[in-house]
């Protein structure tokens, strides 16, 4: 929040104003949640190219010669195999091993590392690196430095190539380059929460207007529509992508979420790497799972979910899957009771309605550029 507790608002305002896009809050912030229609956007996502204004996300850099030293302590994922260029998903722990935040770690040089963090944690994240860091390195909060936008969907590269001399088809997946986008200073990286091909762009917050609306001109060959949080909660649900405060939080450890795989034990020390050591002797007591319904009700965050009438877990995001024209969801479940295929009851508006377990994630792109 701003002083006086208003939502802060992304140099963008005023143009999804003039795009006519229906404003919510969010984390803190005042963001577009849609513009023509959430199924819509999701759809020109999913069939050609959105285009997103992610300027409410953080972004922390951390310099000096000891900057790897205090990234491998406070991430769980290991900065050291990182590549000059190249980008990591990762996660920041507490000593407890629940989670304060996941993240994207950037290597720009060996003595520079560029995080981006979620909207809602972005200071807590700032004071809890600055909490650990022993090392000669400095925590720069930089996140009033950047605006983000999120060029999404199968004609993300079309559109953007259209503005940058820069090869975006040497750009790999998960990694990032550092040119010009319309003659501004961008870096550009292929990442993205959609769970499609497409670029996740840094530059100037005096510049992202200009560029948002040339990039819209640059893709309306393609069918390009300016996309909201709607669309971007629908898209990462069917690519099955945590969300902090739905799939992850302070409460969940790493193996519960799935994300077992970000964290590499064997690097050395990183905070929180005792705790899930002995959790690991414990062994998985919940595990999240995603499900179907079997008829035409709808799962919401938060609705209970029962196994033969008891009560065994909650529905962390939930709702109707545009693409795939069904009505999906993730949920916390017992481990034993997490296989795929078992039926489950999901708990709408006081009745119990039938849903299956299933794999996930629940969409999945052919990936051309790796």
Known sequence: MSAGGEPRRTPLYQLH???GARMVEFAGWEMPVLYSGIVEEHLAVRHAV???????????????????????????????????????????????????????????????????????????????????????????????????????????PDTLSRL?????????????????????????????????????????????PRIFRELLRAGEEFGIRPCGLGARNTLRLEARMALYGHEIDASIRPAEAGLDWIVKADKGDFVGREALRRLATEGVRRSLAGFVMRGRQVARDGYPVYVEGRAVGWVTSGGPAPYLNKNIGLCYLPAELAQVGRVIQIGVRGVPAEAEVVPTPFYRRRRLNQ
């Open 17 to 19: 104003r003039e795009l």
């Open 50 to 156: 959105g285009l997103f204004d992610v300027s409410h996300m953080g972004e922390i850099e951390i310099r000096g010669p000891e900057a790897l030293a205090l990234v491998n302590l406070v991430t769980t994922n290991d900065a050291s195999r990182l590549r000059i260029g190249q980008a990591q998903y990762s996660a920041m722990l507490y000593e407890h091993g629940g989670f304060v935040d996941d993240l994207l770690v950037h290597k720009v040089a060996d003595d520079h590392y560029f995080l981006c963090v979620n909207a809602a944690n972005q200071e807590k994240d700032y004071r809890h690196i600055c909490r650990y860091n022993r090392f000669r390195a400095e925590v720069e909060f930089a996140s009033e430095r950047y605006a983000q936008l999120a060029v999404q969907g199968p004609r993300a």
């Open 164 to 208: 940058t001399t820069t090869d975006l088809a040497a750009i790999r997946y998960y990694h990032f380059t550092d040119g010009e986008v319309a003659g501004a200073p961008a870096r550009i990286a292929r990442t993205g929460y959609t769970g499609e091909d497409g670029f996740e762009l840094y530059l100037a917050p005096t510049e992202a």
